[in-house]
């Protein structure tokens, strides 16, 4: 069982910072790419940056420049970095996880999700 926990989520005003954190924990597993979403009210989820194995980024034309994704292997935890937040990033944050699970019948290739976390930025 792979489960992920997202933190760092809070208020923020405008020009502010945070850093979320998504933490994966189970057994047998590698994380493959890891990505950050946000979903804001009555707005379809969007993809807000990746990260892959080999440590490619890739940023939405929104958040470039002013957010960081990177990952720390040894604590299989995947950040995102948000310098001069707007009140447009008021979302839910999503993390994202590409995984590998070792498992008797074999190696699998799974999609994790955290359950989100809050990230509001006032004017």
């Known amino acids: 069982q792979v489960q992920l926990v997202e933190s760092g989520g809070g208020l923020v005003q405008a020009g502010g910072s945070l850093k979320l954190s998504c933490t994966v924990s189970g057994s047998s597993f590698t994380i493959r790419a890891g990505g950050w979403y946000r979903q804001a009210p009555g707005k379809q989820r969007e993809l807000v940056a990746s990260i892959s194995s080999d440590g490619i980024t890739n940023y939405a034309d929104f958040v470039k420049g002013r957010f960081t994704i990177s990952r720390d292997n040894a604590k299989n935890t995947v950040y995102l970095q948000m310098d001069s937040l707007l009140p447009e990033d008021t979302a839910v944050y999503y993390c994202?996880?590409?995984?590998?699970?070792?498992?008797?019948?074999?190696?699998?290739?799974?999609?994790?999700w955290g359950q989100g976390t809050q990230v509001t930025v006032s004017s």
């Open positions: 994202n996880a590409e995984v590998t699970i070792v498992q008797a019948v074999g190696t699998i290739l799974s999609d994790y």
